[in-house]
């Protein structure tokens, strides 16, 4: 049963201590406010996790959405509860808004981060930059998942766009509405892999959910239950089994993770590119003739490939351009404002005055 989650020979080592302190394993598959569903040997039970793995919280975040974890299961009422964690694999790492220290995890154990993007809408190449960045600094391995392709006149345009940001991560092109694309998604997922699907709300992240689920998802895994009020509630899990036995992680906040750090993120992808121009011997190098140029140097010993510099500066240009047009909107849409709420005072004078006559 817990095969079916990813359990493997090498978890079952790394959790011999807590078998032989008489606990069981299982993985978290929902998390709410008051507590946790976890997928166990036993079928699924709900957990609450004990104090002490509470206070050990403080460093290393709460169990989350795919963790696995140490149970004790009281047989009486099936109530399981959660005494360690199994070191993560991979996480998808939040600070909490209220303090740098507190650390809130999206998501645990993810393999594959799915970046998703649509093909109907202007590509937002630093955006996608974002959404790779927080995938690789999760650790899990990115896909950039193009959806829609019913609606583009040239996928291969688009394609090659984000190919030309040196990322060195698979490509896909899928429509969900002809369900085109869809196997070659599942087959970035070994069985028992995790995967996530991150991007910007809109590119179609349910519509592919229930699309491999062929069914849906809301109706069939739903489970009931009370709330402390005694109300029922319908929630579902955000751990599914998909066909071809990959997992796909779906929790609030993880969908759209790359914006939540926004400028840390942007830069991971030419991370070492960036670095470079801090060996220059000037400081305002441009990089072409210079001498101590740590750029060039690169260059010519083969540590930093031509092609991804050219696309590196491309791409610095187009993102310094796309920003340009944005503030020039941005300030045109503020003289329009302050444009409407001037014609909104002159009138109230006119009709003050009106009234005053
Ligand atoms: P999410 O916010 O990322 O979960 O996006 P949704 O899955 O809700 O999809 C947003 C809209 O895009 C919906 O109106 C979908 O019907 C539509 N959509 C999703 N996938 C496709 C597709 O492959 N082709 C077309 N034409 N529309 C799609
Ligand atoms: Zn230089």
Redesign the pocket.
């Known amino acids: 049963m817990i095969e079916n989650y990813g359990w493997s020979a090498s978890l079952a080592g790394v959790f011999e201590p807590h078998a032989r302190a008489g606990h069981a394993p299982g993985r978290v598959i929902l998390q709410q406010r008051d507590g946790y569903l976890v997928a166990t040997d036993d079928g699924e039970l709900r957990a609450k996790v004990s104090g002490r793995l509470r206070h050990e919280a403080r460093e290393i975040g709460l169990p989350a959405v795919g963790d696995w974890v140490a149970l004790s299961v009281s047989p009486s009422d099936r109530k399981a509860v959660i005494h360690a964690m199994l070191p993560r694999r991979t996480a998808f790492v939040r600070r909490a808004a209220d303090s740098m220290q507190r650390l809130q995890i999206l998501a645990a154990n993810v393999d594959v981060a799915f970046v998703v993007t649509s093909m109907n809408a202007d590509l937002n190449l630093r955006r996608i930059q974002r959404y790779l960045a927080a995938a690789w600094e999760s650790g899990a391995r990115p896909v950039v998942v193009l959806t829609k392709s019913d609606l583009c006149d040239d996928p291969q345009e688009q394609a090659a766009q984000i190919a030309a940001l040196g990322t060195d991560c698979p490509i896909l092109m899928v429509s969900a509405r002809q369900g085109l694309g869809l196997d070659a998604m599942l087959d970035q997922m070994k069985a028992g892999e995790t995967g996530v699907l991150i991007g910007s709300s809109g590119v179609g992240k349910s519509t592919l959910v229930n699309a491999f689920l062929n069914e849906d998802r809301m109706a069939t895994q739903a489970i009931r239950e009370s709330d402390d009020q005694g109300r029922h509630t319908t929630s579902h899990r955000q751990l599914v089994l998909l066909p071809g036995g990959g997992l796909l992680l779906d929790t609030p906040g993880i969908r759209e993770v790359g914006l939540i750090d926004a400028e840390a993120g942007v830069s991971a992808v030419f991370e070492d590119i960036e670095r470079l ?1 801090q060996d ?1 011997r ?1 400081t305002d ?3 072409t003739n ?1 001498p101590g ?4 140097a690169a260059l010519k010993s083969g540590a930093l490939d031509p092609d991804r510099w050219a696309h590196f500066q491309q791409l610095t240009l187009e993102l310094a351009e796309a920003e340009d047009k944005q503030a020039r909107a941005a300030k045109a849409a503020e003289r329009r404002r302050l444009g409407v709420l001037q014609k909104v005072y002159r009138a109230t004078k006119r009709n003050d005055r009106g009234g005053a006559d």
Request: charged share 10%; glycine share 0%.
């Open positions: 121009p220059c000037f190098c441009t990089h210079e140029c740590a750029v060039q």
